[in-house]
């Protein structure tokens, strides 16, 4: 199990190295993220957007243009249906979203002709490195699905599950949030819970274990369980957080960052190939631990 994102980094070096297809890579952050994994030997990018703005940031990046492919084209939405179909057709392993809007990139990834999308939904998935816990959460969906039902829910943490597996999560723990542990009639979240988590005992979602509803406290606390009195291999223990709809995991995720000082990667959970979406916002460290994270999914 990888509990920080340095051994992610360096787990990653017993992989081949891929091949990256960037949708306009026109900024200094996207642009060191790649730097760092070519050095690294990661990748290969192949880096689709305005020829004339990619050389120059990466050359100011001090990114050898011999390690890398451009790939002329007018415009981002352009950028983006030649960076998906590249990676649809086998001809790149990885997709990563550069300096657009999420909207923008994921239209061509849910393209139903020449798209990433498998028979099954599409997910976000945040890895934080929490440094009070010393080991890594993933919380989904924070940055997706608006308001999933109950038959979606169960698909996000399949994704989920399905992803940490393959970053040697042997039977990932998943706790299914709500604000109290008890099931409510009156607070829907709780009895969702429940039936997420009796689906999983007759195996309907598959490789982990669920349990909920569970406050987050008693998630990610023993002793704070253990006072509650709550007997469960997930409370304390939780390697997924799985919450009720985007508003509360977007929070969640954010206010690890600007409250705790975490740091955050993520990847898309449920496409025929890894997909590093990560926010404009992030920093090229995080964003080459999601290319990592990605490349160790394939």
């Known amino acids: 199990m990888i509990r920080k994102f340095a051994e992610l980094l360096s787990k990653v070096k017993e992989k081949e190295i891929k091949i990256l297809a960037v949708a306009v890579p026109e900024d200094k952050e996207v642009m060191n993220a790649v730097k760092l994994a070519v050095e690294k030997n990661m990748i290969y990018p192949i880096l689709i957007g305005c020829k004339n703005k990619i050389e120059k940031i990466s050359r100011s990046v001090g990114l050898n243009n011999t390690d890398i492919e451009i790939v002329d084209v007018e415009n981002d939405k352009e950028a983006c249906k030649k960076a998906v179909k590249l990676t649809s057709s086998g001809k790149a392993d990885l997709l990563m979203k550069g300096l657009i809007d999420t909207s923008l990139i994921m239209k061509e990834v849910l393209n139903k002709e020449y798209g990433l999308r498998k028979n099954r939904l599409i997910s976000h998935i945040a890895m934080v490195e929490s440094k009070v816990l010393g080991r890594l959460l993933f919380v989904t969906d924070g940055g997706m699905n608006i308001k999933p039902d109950l038959d979606e829910r169960k698909e996000i943490i399949q994704n989920a599950i399905n992803v940490t597996k393959k970053l040697d999560y042997e039977n990932p723990k998943v706790a299914v949030l709500a604000a109290i542990e008890k099931v409510n009639s009156a607070m829907e979240e709780t009895i969702e819970a429940a039936a997420l988590s009796k689906m999983n005992d007759r195996g309907q979602i598959k490789g982990g274990i669920v349990d909920g509803p569970l406050a987050i406290d008693n998630a990610l606390s023993e002793e ?75």
């Open 224 to 298: 704070a369980a253990k006072m509650k009195g709550i007997l469960s291999p997930v409370a304390g223990k939780a390697d997924i957080l799985h919450v009720p709809e985007i508003v509360s995991g977007n929070i969640l995720g954010k206010s690890s960052i600007y409250l705790a000082n975490e740091k955050i990667a993520a990847i898309i959970g449920g496409t025929s190939s890894p997909v590093v979406l990560t926010s404009r916002a992030n920093t090229a460290d995080i964003k080459l631990v999601s290319i990592a994270a990605a490349v160790l999914m394939t």
